[in-house]
């Protein structure tokens, strides 16, 4: 099999992902007190799921390679970047410019990430969804979120 | 008998307040919306309202929750219905005939014939909650570590083994969480687990930031790699109501598959998918002209429709009487249920009987308000079918992050969804289905400390949860389901069922 077929297989990438986190339950038996089956430690249970992971991340590994399956279908690269673009957007801006702002950041960056983007129907929905919320949360469930700077 | 009609009007006091009654008749109307709404599912809908549900008094947040989840397998059959798109994966078999009726001017009976049936099965299901959950608490009254250690394994095996997709990357994505559930502050000794010196780390990682994470944020990414095209219907729905003759085709596999939904739903990892399958193999099998099945066949509307709503009610005995959760959307109700400070387990029915009871008899009144709102408001729901994702989606990630601010009002926590949402796009990506993430992530903890517990009673000898006689039997059943599934011959055939 090719190399650029393998870096394809869902497989081999999950197989990687597994062991890789398995490796940091492991990592957590040795740097946490693992104990005896009678008095465990902290390190216990992490470790033998890190064994377990990495173990069924092998298994799958393996698979990827010698049984090719399932190959990674296209990644939706820009709505995945400006989702969590306007989600980090609304954190930072949130508790300092207010919610209005904060949630019209997060209301445009998403809706640039769509393939349809139409600047006066997301002005409309911008306005309708933010008054809504803040009628909604702020007014009648009276959440503590500052709506202006 | 009458102890049980004692229990029901304690229930109905609770249920039919005004409030509870208001905020069930919310629950199912949301449910049916998500329903019938594409690409939003009700574990994405339940943990973007569990914040909103904490202010609530905890019977009135179960109430809610469980309308939205009942109330979704209505609406996902509407869709089924009349766009040939199932809202929810429990009504993928719905979509064969009912679709096929609709197409013949028949919409109006099929979706009449999947009101009826739910509704019908609705209430069975309720009896069955109420007649057994008692008797199944009491035995469990006694269990001790072992056995809940027992249980839990099993409910873990059989929740992977009723999924569908490759069985390693379950058993995998079920690991995986069990690991996110150590990250925190260990209960017995105090230490710090994975927290990598971030404060906000130390009461571990919050469920409603991660089921946010990974169920919403990433269905919204992968909805808006392609844009889909929907047709809606252009036939008439015409007359709502089933001709007799439709009646008297329905009215058997209704039964059946009432019965059928009730059994699998109280299985672990069963519920409404697994019901709804199993009944339209079981009617298309005793069918005597089995070729009408796909083709407009009532009887395939009717068992389904049936299962599922039946499956999705009975799957709440393990959670209301052991505490365990038959599927991700249970394993958010346990972690509602531990935020409002109750622990889910046999001990609810005695110590909070209102609790208990309210949630059962709400179902029943909410299954009779989802009749009403179904067949008059049918035109409603259709109207909502054209609104466009376009519009849905950014109000949906809108109503995320306030919802998990909200949790805490830190800011740090829309990080870490970030981080979720990206997570959980890549085990998309990769195939690996992240519902049992979720059940190893709730049950993780208590796993833990039931492990720790029973060795620690057994100085340290595995060999306890094998010698105690019920949690033997428990492991034995986990194991026997674990080998049927690993045999290749039984594998074939699951491959095969899950393809149809």
Known sequence: MSIARLFRQQDFWAGLMFMAFGAIGIGGGLMYRVGTTQEMGPGYF????????????????????LAPGKEVSRWAIRPLILLIVGILAFAYTLEWLGFVVAATALIFLSGVGGKEFDFKEVVLLCAAAVTSAVLIFVKALSLPIPVWP | MSALFDAIATGAHTALSPTNLIYCFGGVTLGTLIGILPGLGPIATISM??????????????????????????????????????????????????????????????????????????????????????????????????????????????????????????????????????????????????????????????????????????EIVVNLE?????????????????????????????????????????????????????????????AKEPGRFGKGAIEGVAGPEAANNAGAQTSFIPLLTLGIPSNPVMALMIG???????????????????????????????????????????????????????????????????????????????????VFGVMGYVFVKIGCEPAPLLLGFI?????????????????????????????????????????????PSIRKKREEAFQE
């Open chain 2, 336 to 418: 509602a249920m531990m935020i409002q400070g109750i622990t889910p387990g046999p001990q609810i029915m005695t110590a909070k009987p209102d609790l208990f009871w309210g949630v059962i008899v709400s179902m029943w009144a909410g299954n009779l308000m989802l009749v009403i709102l179904n067949l008059p408001m049918i035109g409603i729901w259709i109207q909502l079918l054209k609104v466009p994702y376009r519009l849905l989606y950014p109000t949906i990630l809108l109503l995320c992050v306030i919802g998990v601010y909200s949790v805490n009002n830190a800011t740090f926590d829309l990080v870490i969804l970030s």
């Open chain 2, 226 to 286: 392609s844009v889909q095209e929907r047709t809606i219907l252009k036939e008439k729905i015409g007359r709502l109501l089933p001709s007799a003759e439709d009646f008297k085709r329905s009215i058997w596999p209704i039964v059946r598959g009432t019965g059928l939904g009730s059994m699998l739903g109280i299985l672990p990892g069963g519920g409404a998918v697994l019901s709804s399958f199993a009944s339209y193999a079981v009617e298309k099998r005793i």
């Open chain 2, 49 to 218: 309202l569990l914040p909103v549900t904490f202010y609530l008094p905890p019977e009135t947040a179960l109430i809610t929750l469980a309308g939205i989840y009942y109330g979704a397998q209505y609406g996902g059959s509407t869709t089924a219905v009349l766009v040939n798109m199932p809202g929810e994966s429990s009504s993928v078999v719905t979509c064969l005939d009912g679709y096929a009726m609709a197409r013949q001017g028949k919409a109006g009976p099929a979706l009449s014939i999947a009101a009826i049936a739910s509704f019908f099965a609705g209430c069975v299901a309720t009896l069955v909650i109420a007649s057994f959950a008692p008797v199944l608490a009491n035995f469990a009254l006694e269990f001790g570590p072992a056995e809940y250690f027992a249980l839990m394994l099993l409910g873990l095996v059989a929740a992977v083994v009723l999924a569908s997709g490759s069985l390693v990357n379950a058993f995998a994505m079920i690991f995986l969480g069990l690991l996110f559930g150590t990250v925190g502050t260990d209960l017995n000794t105090g230490v710090e687990r994975f927290t990598f010196g971030i404060p906000k780390l130390v009461d571990g990682v919050d469920f409603v930031t991660m089921s946010m994470g990974i169920f919403a944020i990433s």
């Open chain 2, 443 to 487: 049950l993780g903890p208590l796993l833990e400390e039931y492990f720790r517990r029973a060795l620690i009673m057994s100085h340290g000898d595995l060999s306890v949860f094998v010698r105690n006689p019920i949690s033997g039997t428990i492991i034995a059943m986990a194991a026997v389901l674990l080998l049927i599934v690993v045999l």
């Open chain 1, 46 to 65: 992490p470790r033998a799921i890190g064994v377990a992971l990495v173990l069924l991340g092998a298994i799958i590994f393996m698979r990827g390679i």
